[in-house]
């Protein structure tokens, strides 16, 4: 079984500190992508990663970086939190000749 | 700009019943079109995909259906059970790679 793993289910941040947000996949997926959620906004693609240390901006990338050290690894960071990302963020891993996509159980961050 | 739509956006039905959840897109060139599964509080979990050369897909008591050139695509559930209460996504996947999602129908089956 695919196993895509958000290792914090739950975060509460304060306004201005720095986030990270860890994802790792077990299959060894070329493809990795960060989501956020939101009540009536859908899913929004932040960033996504084709390959290790490499980036390309999704939909709404402001505000957020990533890192992509190692194949199985992908991190997203806010760099100076802020309340308007409070939200549901989703992982997500597929093999690059693949069209299946994974889904990670979601972290949802709160920032107060 | 592709655009998904997904209509209702919650939905409420007996036990039992056969029902249709409806999706649709406004750019016919699409790679694929998936339908996801929700649940509160999770992730999402693939259910059915349709390669763009394809009619339907099924999968048990699911059946997906891909019209192209209306741009439309239903996810037909038999029989339903309580256990089949979520939220259920539709996403395209364009040419360029990039998958657009739809805001989901929110269901329950009522035992």
């Known amino acids: 079984d695919v196993k895509v793993t958000q290792s914090s289910r739950y975060l509460v941040k304060r306004t201005g500190e720095k986030v990270f947000l860890e994802c790792v996949q077990d299959?060894?997926?070329?493809?990795m992508f960060w989501y956020r959620q939101d009540p009536g906004l859908g899913l929004r693609l932040i960033y996504f990663?084709?390959?290790?240390?490499?980036?390309e901006k999704g939909d709404i990338p402001e505000g957020y970086s990533v890192s992509r050290e190692k194949k199985e690894r992908f991190s997203l960071i806010l760099e100076s939190a802020s309340t308007n990302q409070t939200s549901m963020y989703l992982c997500?891993?597929?093999?690059?000749?693949?069209?299946?996509?994974?889904f990670g159980e979601g972290s949802w961050l709160t920032v107060v | 700009k592709q655009e998904v739509t997904q209509i209702p956006a919650a939905l409420s039905v007996p036990e039992g019943e056969n029902l249709v959840l409806n999706c649709s897109f406004t750019?016919?060139?699409?790679?694929?079109l998936q339908w996801f599964r929700q649940d509160p509080g999770k992730g999402l979990t693939s259910l059915l995909l349709?390669?763009?050369?394809?009619r339907e897909q099924t999968s048990g008591r699911l059946n997906a259906s891909l019209d192209k050139s209306s741009g439309r695509s239903t996810l037909y559930i038999a029989a339903s059970q309580p256990g089949d209460s979520a939220t259920y996504l539709c996403a395209v996947k364009n040419q360029g790679g990039k998958l657009i999602f739809g805001q989901g129908t929110e269901l329950s089956v009522k035992p």
């Open positions: 349709i390669q763009s050369s394809q």
């Open positions: 750019d016919s060139a699409i790679y694929n």
């Open positions: 990663s084709y390959d290790v240390k490499m980036k």
């Open positions: 997500a891993s597929s093999p690059v000749a693949g069209n299946t996509i994974y």
């Open positions: 299959m060894d997926h070329e493809n």
